[in-house]
């Protein structure tokens, strides 16, 4: 039985041993065990494929595996068999993130292999990248002559072991890969190669290269294409804080400017981040057959606690809600995809509320969407409290004052804790947001997904009930909820 099988064969007989009580409903999951980065991410033959890095044996970080799901939506989604498994010489160690693409038909993957040098010091590997071929977007062959890219092919001035994560793209009638890097002096960059078939590839340029305060290396790198403007994407390991930004231990951001594909060279003009919550990383992007950029993100952070692995419960990660990247003038919006709309079921509505102090919803829930829109009138902060119990609350709110939307989770249950703070103006005095909650998550969307804050929580199951507050009279102009229900 090869490695594949094997791990196929353990899932489906352990699946049944996981504990369900953080589960989410309509965010993707690995069966059983670990998972991070988002992988893969296309539309293909019909089907949305999204694969993931995987640890299918234990609900911790171990030897990468590809897992794979499939989905007509990008909401309700199918498990398929594991795509690939580290067993060769040039991956022995972990098939590493990557990227996908179709070619006359068949779907190509690119991946990095990852070796240890050492068997007894983790931190001395090397990295390559590699390709795998599929004609029906479920079995895959590893190329016969991987590498495609060795160790032999990076350029000076780069990391010999940071090496990883290629993202593939195709400009014309060339293909390009991006790979996430450093210069070996606690700097990340970007590198880029270029192929006319998939196989032989050159060395193009450093793309991009950050400075002492965008982290000491950059994992995961992607690309936008707009007409005007182009959207480079990191995830930067140890960035340096920026006041209320860049709080997490490592952040995903991407950079305004334009690719010089010519030069190999990305000119930014300024850098954001993509998410200003708690946990996201490893974003990566599509576009579908109707032309939408669709993006999707690991929905924790390395370096935190991971409950569901620390109480036993044998899975630990889950995927973000896809979200849109549209570009509106000169800004960047991230909105949920359309299709969760039709999963919602039991509407609850309010409208025109005058608001001063605070009041329980007639409505709860662990699992749905609110679509609610404040007027700040003269009050101070105003918000929502959701997975509220008589000991627990997520807070959500908007100080007036500061101008800042804040995501509190130190009542959220037995998670981590702490705050995340962000600059929102408000339109007119008003506040828009729409909120997301599915058992151990919360998704918030800002004034039309001008912002989003994203965070894992892990409240009690009777913690269930929402409210509305106000410190100073604001006005609700209205509040809708949803049941979402993908069952």
């Known amino acids: 039985m090869n490695k594949i099988d094997e791990a196929n064969e353990f899932i489906k007989q352990n699946k049944a041993k996981v504990n369900p009580k953080y589960r989410l409903k309509y965010h993707l999951m690995g069966e059983y065990g670990w998972i991070n980065d988002p992988n893969g991410f296309i539309q293909y033959k019909g089907n949305y494929h999204l694969f993931y890095q995987h640890y299918p044996y234990d609900a911790v970080w171990g030897p990468m595996h590809w897992g794979h799901a499939i989905s007509k939506d990008l909401v309700k989604w199918f498990y398929l068999p594991l795509a690939l498994a580290p067993e060769e010489d040039y991956d022995r160690d972990g098939c590493f993130s990557g990227s996908a693409i179709e070619k006359n038909g068949k779907l190509y993957l690119f991946y990095t292999g990852h070796i240890y040098t050492k068997k007894e010091k983790n931190d001395d590997y090397k990295q390559v990248q590699n390709m795998a071929i599929s004609a029906d977007g479920i079995a895959f062959e590893k190329y016969e002559k991987n590498p495609i890219i060795d160790v032999t092919q990076i350029p000076d001035k780069a990391s010999k072991k940071d090496f990883r994560d290629p993202r593939i793209f195709k400009i014309g009638d060339t293909y390009y890969l991006l790979i996430g890097s450093n210069d070996e002096h606690g700097i990340g960059q970007v590198l880029m190669y270029k192929s006319i078939d998939l196989i032989r590839w050159e060395f193009v340029n ?44 490592h952040s995903s951001i991407y950079f305004v400017g334009r690719l010089d594909i010519d030069k190999g060279k990305f000119e930014y003009e300024n850098y954001y981040s993509i998410d200003y919550g708690f946990d996201f990383y490893a974003p990566q992007t599509t576009i579908d057959k109707n032309g939408r950029i669709v993006m999707i993100a690991w929905m924790n952070m390395w370096e935190t606690d991971l409950v569901t692995n620390r109480l036993g419960h044998n899975w630990a990660g889950a995927m973000t809600l896809p979200r849109e990247v549209i570009k509106i003038g000169e800004e960047i919006y991230f909105k949920p995809i359309s299709e969760i709309v039709k999963y919602r079921k039991n509407e609850y509505s309010l409208q025109d509320i005058e608001l001063n102090g605070e009041v329980n919803l007639e409505t709860n829930g662990i699992c749905y969407e609110i679509d609610a829109e404040f007027e700040s009138l003269d009050a101070k902060e105003f918000g929502l409290k959701v997975r509220k119990g008589k000991k627990e609350e997520t807070v959500l709110s908007y100080n007036c004052q500061e101008s800042l939307f804040i995501f509190n989770r130190d009542r959220s249950g037995v998670g981590p804790k702490g705050e995340r703070k962000t600059l929102v103006n408000l339109n007119e005095g008003r506040l828009r947001l729409r909120v997301f909650v599915d058992v151990s998550s919360v998704e918030v969307f800002i004034n039309e997904g001008e912002e989003v804050m994203t965070g894992r929580i892990y409240p009690d199951s009777e913690s269930i009930n929402i409210s509305i507050f106000s410190v100073g009279e604001c006005r609700v102009l209205y509040l809708k909820k949803w049941d979402i229900d993908v069952d």
């Open 206 to 249: 450093i793309l991009l290269k950050g400075n002492e305060n965008t982290g000491i290396n950059w994992e995961c790198p992607d690309i936008i294409r707009f007409e005007e403007k182009d959207i480079l994407l990191v995830s930067a390991q140890y960035m340096k804080a920026k006041g209320d930004d860049f709080k997490n231990t």
